[in-house]
């Protein structure tokens, strides 16, 4: 079946340390992104990227890191810079289409809680 | 500042009735809207959507409303069934060529009581 598998599902961390959050889709999509949700909160931009070994900042990508080094892949590390990372990460993707044809509609995995302790 | 406003973070209806889950935005540069349902612990599927320049569509029990002059949309269940408790997400394109225009509303809550 295609679609995007994050993992882990639930993760917790220390203060200080860096966690890296998996993102794998196998529906050929070029285009993936990385969102946060928080309580009481819409689904916030943290990075995404439009093609292999390219990839921009969102609205909230203080702390994060992201690598596109392959098509299917786009992990994101939460790094120790990063000053509030409870959340639950939402991992997307979308065709590559230009113009006005392109929707935005989005593909999204199942998401990874990630816990600071 | 939240372009994309969903002002009942939740709503309760009965089987069987109509639910009506609205949302305002702000940005008239905005010029396509979605609509996602979001279970727990699962990311958000699409739903449905609607152009701007629309001022409905419809797909099965759902139809969503536009209204650009109020800066409105809504989405319409009917009739509402207990799996359509979710979340439900609106949001909104800025047309830009890229798919990462997306603002999100943050959310309403529907449960639907049997």
């Known amino acids: 079946d295609g679609g995007i598998t994050q993992s882990p599902k639930y993760l917790f961390r220390k203060e200080g340390q860096n966690v890296t959050l998996s993102c794998e889709q196998n529906l050929n999509h070029d285009a993936m992104y990385w969102y946060r949700q928080d309580p009481g909160q819409g689904l916030r931009l943290i990075y995404y990227s439009q093609i292999v070994n390219d990839f921009q900042k969102g609205d909230i990508a203080e702390g994060y890191s992201v690598s596109r080094e392959k098509k299917e892949s786009f992990p994101l590390t939460v790094t120790s810079a990063q000053k509030n990372p409870t959340a639950f990460y939402l991992c997307?993707?979308?065709?590559?289409?230009?113009?006005?044809?392109?929707?935005?509609?989005?593909?999204f995995g199942e998401g990874s809680r990630l816990t600071v302790l | 500042d939240q372009q994309v406003k969903q002002n009942s973070p939740s709503l309760s209806v009965q089987e069987g009735r109509i639910s009506i889950l609205n949302c305002d935005y702000t940005?008239?540069?905005?010029?396509?809207f979605l609509w996602y349902k979001k279970y727990p612990a699962e990311g958000p599927t699409f739903l449905i959507s609607i152009s701007s320049i629309k001022d409905k569509n419809e797909d099965g029990r759902f139809t969503v409303f536009l209204n650009k002059s109020a800066k409105h949309l809504s989405l319409h269940i009917v009739p509402s069934q207990p799996g359509d408790s979710a979340v439900y997400f609106c949001a909104a394109r800025k047309y830009s060529g890229s798919a990462r225009q997306l603002t999100f509303g943050s959310g309403t809550q529907l449960t639907v009581l049997p």
């Open positions: 940005n008239s540069m905005f010029d396509y």
């Open positions: 997307a993707s979308s065709p590559r289409t230009s113009g006005r044809a392109n929707t935005g509609e989005l593909f």
